[in-house]
């Protein structure tokens, strides 16, 4: 008995590779301006700014199980911060970070407001308030010309240190990773885990004497904070914002990218918005070959339509699924050889 208990105590412990994978996707983006063009690039760069606005909705989505189609709302508050702040002042890097930051203030004043008014309310009832606050403010962009330009959209002058494409893709990247990060952290802490308890069950949360609607309003402030951000990147990146860019729209696309990267994961997002973009660029450019591919957005219809039925847990449950099954395939042939 002590042997055997004291070899199993020496046996050596099964190595965690989990940490592989998102390293090496590191390391091939941050390589890239190495082997890609210009235009891929500012492809990638696109993605991952709207890739942490897809993000953010994960996290209200996944982790707190609230639907919001007025989420690009938010995005548009960083994106229009930038732009007129920058626009009436000078492009120093000064006046961008007092963008972010008056992007972050109104960006919680408002989450909180919005929260507030609507989170009593459950499921398609508080979908419809928030696409109700989102083309309210879509409206308000483009009735306050003096400011926005309107539907013609802002145009401004960006810091010289941003004007290199490549530094910037490093600027982006660098956010989307600590973005990421911090995500990561904040579902995995109490507060996270209590989220996900209102997601699967709302009532028991209630009566074990947690105030969901508390937990409710931090997840839409930490989600609206994170969306500002993104939108004030993707902004200087443009050096360009419209109404055209924080639509409802925006946010069916940041919908689109959950489902079809994995709900609940985060990196999922990224993976289903690099998908829907990459994907769209591609059928966009056979439009160019064939008139089959005018209608390109039909064929990517389909294509999310097969993505949902044969993977709903997305792109990364379905590997997660075939990796399951390959180790237990594995164990069972182990048991048959003892």
Not at 63 to 76: C, D, K, P, Q, R
Not at 199 to 204: A, G, L, T, Y
Not at 252 to 261: E, K
Request: aromatic content about 14%; glycine content about 8%.
């Amino acid at each position: 008995m002590q042997t055997a208990a004291t070899k199993g105590a020496l046996q050596p412990k099964p190595k965690n590779y989990s940490w592989l994978v998102p390293l090496i996707a590191v390391l091939i983006f941050a390589f890239m301006p190495l082997y890609a063009g210009r235009s891929t690039l500012n492809m990638f760069t696109n993605i991952f700014c709207l890739g942490v606005l897809a993000m953010s909705y994960d996290l209200l989505l996944g982790y707190t199980g609230i639907l919001s189609f007025g989420h690009a709302m938010f995005f548009g508050i960083g994106g229009y911060a930038v732009g007129i702040i920058v626009k009436n002042t000078a492009p120093s890097i000064q006046f961008v970070v007092l963008a972010f930051l008056g992007a972050i203030a109104i960006s919680i004043l408002l989450s909180l407001l919005i929260g507030f008014l609507s989170l009593r309310v459950r499921d398609t009832y508080y979908a419809m308030i928030t696409m109700a606050f989102g083309e309210l403010f879509v409206i308000a962009a483009d009735r306050a010309r003096h400011l926005t330009n309107g539907e013609d959209g802002l145009t401004f002058a960006i810091p010289p240190v941003f004007r290199d494409r490549i530094l910037y893709f490093y600027v982006v990247l660098a956010f989307a990773i600590i973005s990421f990060y911090l995500l990561w952290r904040f579902t995995n802490s109490p507060t996270g885990r209590v989220m996900v308890a209102i997601r699967e069950n709302e009532q028991r949360v209630k009566f074990l004497g947690l105030k969901t609607l508390n937990y409710k309003l931090i997840s839409t402030v930490v989600a609206g904070v994170f969306a500002s951000l993104a939108g004030g990147f993707y902004a200087i990146h443009m050096r360009f914002f419209s109404t055209t860019s924080c639509n409802t729209l925006v946010t069916i696309d940041a919908l689109m990218a959950t489902i079809i990267g994995g709900i609940g994961t985060l990196y999922g997002s990224v993976i289903g918005m690099g998908v829907i973009k990459l994907s769209g660029n591609y059928l966009a450019r056979l439009a160019k070959l064939s008139p089959v591919f005018d209608r390109w957005p039909i064929i990517f219809g389909i294509l999310y339509i097969l993505i949902v039925i044969f993977a709903p847990y997305g792109i990364v449950g379905l590997v997660y699924k075939i990796k399951h099954k390959i180790t237990s395939s594995k164990q069972a042939k182990k048991a048959l050889e003892a």
